[in-house]
């Protein structure tokens, strides 16, 4: 065999066996990657908690878009209202330039010394002459009344679709958000999948448990308010009267209730929905939105907090809660877990508001 075709031949046999080696370790890496292992229950828990987090944060996010969109719509309708009546506007003048153009017309066909001189009453025409100029005189003025009217009714349909082309991007980066939380809450459920059987049969076992745990601390959800004797002793003493107090006891009446995005009541809500809703009962209108509503009341500092304060958690501000006293807050506290109460250090601490 000649050395060159020796030396082909060898080639072809090395470039096969690299091949192979690179493809070989693709296969080992892709292995591993789909073979991740398997987390102890706390890891696990860990994992889920951290994600179903990360989901609130993108929904509270996603709230906070919820009134640059509410703020964008209310400009969109104003302006679509007054964008028909400019319209009514000019097409009134083109009207009026119409009936004057045809008044126009009828006497243009002769000079007006022809005019005169056929006339039969000329006492009568100098009269209509004098009336043409007055049309005249009309007539230019309406023509700068319509261009008037247009030019308005042209900056109003400018502003309209600036204004809407701003409201799709705000749309759009709030259904980005929407995604973000599906895609962490479905990474969660990948987590407890790899789990046994047994050990996903333990924490819905706890989550069941931690959510009656909260319906028994309810108070009556047919006046909000607390009956004798069935106070939980573990639960500070919450003031009986009072707006703030209209407000706490209406979150305490939702305690057990499911956390969903979005969510106002009656049976579900989020972070921000709960304490938005709670102080409605009180006649105080909050935005839909933690990193809104802090500020939306009166700054308080941690030591001077009262029942009924928003307490923030968190940088960015994600989550909201209702303080109750005693150190504790009721809060709607994230995915797959109750309206509860909990310790206002459970979490990082950013801030509270007195609302009203």
């Known amino acids: 065999m000649s050395t060159g075709r020796f ?21 080992f890496f892709q292995g591993a990657a789909d073979a991740d292992p398997k987390p102890t229950l706390a890891q696990a828990k860990a994992q889920v908690a951290a994600l179903q ?38 097409d009134s003048v083109k009207r009026q330039i119409g009936s ?11 000079t007006t010394t022809a005019q005169l001189l056929l006339s039969t009453n000329p006492d009568q025409f100098l009269s209509q002459a004098s009336t043409a100029q007055a049309y005249a005189g009309q007539q230019n003025s309406a023509l700068r009344k319509f261009q008037s009217a247009q030019g308005k009714l ?13 409201l799709q991007t705000v749309q759009s980066q709030q ?16 987590v407890l999948g790899k789990l046994s059987d047994d050990e996903r049969s333990r924490i819905q076992a706890e989550n069941e448990k931690e959510e009656e745990e909260a319906r028994d601390q309810r108070t009556s959800r047919g006046n909000g308010r607390m009956d004798d004797g069935d106070e939980d002793e573990d ?14 006891q209406y979150a305490m009446a939702q305690l057990g209730d499911s956390y969903v995005w979005g969510a106002t009541g009656p049976s579900s809500f989020d972070c921000s929905g709960l304490t938005m809703k709670a102080w409605a009962q009180a006649g105080v209108s909050l935005s839909h939105s933690s990193k809104a509503q802090i500020n939306e009341g ?43 109460t909990d310790s206002i250090d459970l979490m990082p601490y950013s801030g509270a508001v007195r609302p009203g």
Request: charged letters at 20%; hydrophobic letters at 40%.
């Open 175 to 190: 259904d980005g958000l929407k995604k973000q939380i599906q895609t962490n809450l479905d990474a969660a459920e990948k």
């Open 100 to 110: 004057l153009a045809v008044a126009g017309y009828q006497t243009s066909g002769m």
């Open 235 to 248: 639960l500070p003493n919450v003031p009986a009267s009072g707006r703030a107090s209209a407000a706490v």
């Open 298 to 340: 009166r700054r308080v500092s941690k030591s001077q907090l009262q029942p009924g304060d928003l307490v923030f958690f968190y940088s960015p501000i994600s989550h909201v809660g209702l303080y109750i006293g005693g150190g504790r807050m009721v809060h709607a506290s994230r995915p797959g877990k109750p309206v509860k």
């Open 7 to 27: 030396n082909r031949t060898r080639g072809i046999a090395l470039a096969a066996i690299t091949s192979t080696a690179v493809v070989a370790g693709l296969l």
């Open 154 to 166: 042209a900056d109003l349909q400018a502003s309209e679709q600036a204004e809407l082309a701003a």
């Open 53 to 90: 987090h990360k989901a609130e944060e993108a929904g509270e996010s996603a709230n906070d878009l919820r009134g640059q969109i509410k703020a964008s719509n209310d400009r969109v309708k104003a302006l679509q209202a007054g964008i028909k009546k400019q319209q009514t506007q000019v």
